[in-house]
């Protein structure tokens, strides 16, 4: 009994020692409120999208992409953007079905080595 009597004191003398803060709400001022500034355009949509990622093959570091728009060509740089990617970078070779073609037409599915991991449904913008 004594030793709860005694806990129960220090408990006391601690709670007395810490200050308590007393938050008050901040006055409001008759300024308006300064918003953050907009961004005039994002790259892509200065950019023209002319594919889509439909698979990703990690161990050859290449991409699969569906042409949705126009073409591509070797030597063309292009953007691709997603969820987790985000590079610019300039076709080395283009395959379709495993053979080395200079230029890949709308509504083919070819093959691009890419430098950076890409995911399925990102987006292949022409730069």
Not at 62 to 70: E, M, N, Q, T
Not at 90 to 104: C, F, N, P, T, Y
């Amino acid at each position: 009994m004594v030793k709860k009597k005694n806990a129960k004191a220090k408990v006391k003398k601690i709670r007395s020692r810490v200050k308590k803060v007393v938050r008050r709400p901040k006055a409001k001022s008759a300024k308006p409120r300064k918003t953050a500034a907009k961004k005039t355009k994002t790259p892509e949509s200065m950019l023209e999208k002319i594919g889509e990622v439909t698979h990703y093959f990690p161990h050859v570091k290449a991409a699969a992409v569906l042409i949705l728009k126009d073409s591509l060509k070797v030597g063309d740089e292009i953007y691709i953007k997603g969820h987790t990617s985000d590079f610019k970078e300039k076709v080395a070779s283009i395959q379709l079905d495993r053979e080395a073609i200079q230029e890949g037409k709308k509504g083919q599915e070819i093959g691009l080595l890419v430098k950076s991991r890409v995911r399925i449904g990102d987006s292949v913008y022409k730069a």
